[in-house]
């Protein structure tokens, strides 16, 4: 086949298979999709209810530490953001949870670090339209003692804790508010019985982390582990 049809599409309607080569077989491709791909990481990094976010500065350093240019980062400037990177060619995405604990956060090296939670997105981008976008997500989780000093390297504006039911879906930045709602959805399918299950949350929208976090734990705390 050619990459002239929609991800996942051939002629015949049929699936086709992420076998990205110039010398894929017929059910592969031999170009990336118009629409794009992405792996990524993302750090959920909690001390006891609290979240770490960041803010982006206008950095240099972002290109090195996460692949992204300076247009990029303008765009997700304007709100909060999950500690993340884009997987190197080749990495581990265990590796890539350690480098951004370790080198964009410059977090302590002894820290602990979860088994992913995988999640994708499948969506028509602003960019390209009439075309679809494949987002394969990887959430890691890492708690820190409470009282940890945190510091705020030159290529984010803030370092934050936000207490993780009061912060609002409309502080974040594009699409990081989708990525926080699937985790606390994952959250919510592995905690105790008394929480509903994940399906409770796929026919009715959240749209705040307080409303999510109010679901998921009856009004309780919700604690998480790594």
């Not at 206008?58 to 992204?68: T, V």
């Not at 953001?81 to 581990?92: R, V, Y």
């Not at 075309?131 to 997500?137: A, I, M, N, S």
């Not at 905690?191 to 998921?216: L, M």
């Given at each position: 086949?050619?990459?002239?049809?929609?991800?996942g599409?051939?002629?015949?309607?049929?699936?086709?298979?992420?076998?990205?080569?110039?010398?894929?077989?017929?059910?592969?491709?031999?170009?990336?999709?118009?629409?794009?791909?992405?792996l990524?990481?993302?750090?959920?990094?909690?001390?006891?209810?609290?979240?770490?976010?960041?803010?982006?500065?206008?950095?240099?350093?972002?290109?090195?530490?996460?692949?992204?240019?300076?247009?990029?980062?303008?765009n997700?400037?304007?709100?909060?953001?999950?500690?993340?990177?884009?997987?190197?060619?080749?990495?581990?995405?265990?590796?890539?949870?350690r480098?951004?604990?370790?080198?964009?956060?410059?977090?302590?090296?002894?820290?602990?670090?979860?088994?992913?939670?995988?999640?994708?997105?499948?969506?028509?981008?602003?960019?390209?339209?009439?075309?679809?976008?494949?987002?394969?997500?990887?959430?890691?989780?890492?708690?820190?003692?409470?009282?940890?000093?945190?510091?705020?390297?030159?290529?984010?504006?803030?370092?934050?804790?936000?207490?993780?039911?009061?912060?609002?879906?409309?502080?974040?930045?594009?699409?990081?508010?989708?990525?926080m709602e699937?985790?606390?959805?994952?959250?919510?399918?592995?905690?105790?019985?008394?929480?509903?299950?994940?399906?409770?949350?796929?026919?009715?929208?959240?749209?705040?982390?307080?409303?999510?976090?109010?679901?998921?734990?009856?009004?309780?705390?919700?604690?998480?582990?790594?």
């Amino acid at each position: 086949m050619t990459s002239s049809l929609p991800i996942g599409i051939e002629d015949g309607g049929e699936s086709t298979f992420l076998w990205m080569a110039p010398f894929a077989p017929p059910k592969g491709w031999t170009n990336v999709p118009r629409g794009g791909m992405c792996l990524s990481a993302f750090l959920f990094v909690m001390s006891e209810r609290k979240i770490l976010l960041g803010k982006y500065a206008d950095h240099p350093a972002w290109e090195q530490l996460c692949g992204m240019d300076n247009k990029h980062i303008k765009n997700n400037s304007r709100g909060w953001t999950i500690p993340a990177s884009h997987l190197k060619f080749g990495e581990d995405p265990r590796d890539t949870a350690r480098r951004i604990g370790e080198q964009i956060l410059t977090l302590d090296k002894g820290l602990v670090y979860s088994e992913p939670y995988v999640k994708t997105f499948f969506y028509e981008p602003a960019i390209a339209p009439g075309e679809k976008h494949f987002d394969v997500l990887f959430l890691f989780e890492a708690s820190v003692k409470a009282g940890v000093k945190v510091h705020t390297p030159p290529w984010y504006e803030a370092l934050e804790w936000f207490d993780i039911g009061t912060v609002q879906c409309g502080q974040f930045a594009r699409q990081h508010e989708d990525v926080m709602e699937s985790w606390l959805n994952h959250v919510a399918a592995n905690t105790p019985s008394q929480t509903p299950s994940s399906d409770s949350f796929a026919r009715k929208p959240i749209r705040t982390v307080t409303e999510i976090v109010t679901k998921v734990s009856n009004g309780e705390t919700i604690q998480v582990t790594t």
